[in-house]
């Protein structure tokens, strides 16, 4: 892993469920990278995430210094990005912890409904 975002990684890291998979500070780029996955991989879950529960909650000032996307080769192994101008980490990272922080019960929501769904998928495979 190359040298860590750490403001970005330590707000994304609140979030259950997530897991940061890739960085770089870009110190020599316009954007830092920041790649991860989140709960079991499910690009649904992962673009749920971004576009349904952090982009709308972010302002449209910070919308418009990001770039969120959703990589997926197979349904289960979606890695979701963050891109930030390298410049504008700190607002970023403020702006989404005060999102972090007002949607936890969402957030901790969307983790615990994937593990029913999980344990229901391993009680029917069970009685195969």
Do not use: C, N
Request: charged letters at 30%.
């Amino acid at each position: 892993m190359d040298e860590r975002p750490d403001v970005i990684i330590e707000v994304l890291e609140k979030i259950p469920g997530l897991h940061v998979v890739e960085s770089d500070d870009g110190d020599d780029e316009l954007y830092t990278k920041v790649k991860f996955s989140y709960l079991d991989g499910y690009w649904q879950q992962t673009a749920e995430l971004l576009f349904g529960v952090l982009l709308p909650m972010l302002p449209e000032d910070i919308r418009e210094v990001i770039y969120f996307g959703v990589l997926a080769d197979d349904p289960g192994s979606a890695v979701g990005q963050v891109y930030v101008f390298t410049d504008q980490e700190d607002e970023f990272a403020r702006a989404l912890d005060r999102v972090v922080d007002t949607q936890a019960r969402v957030l901790v929501g969307m983790r615990d409904e994937r593990t029913r769904v999980v344990q229901a998928l391993q009680r029917v495979r069970g009685r195969r």
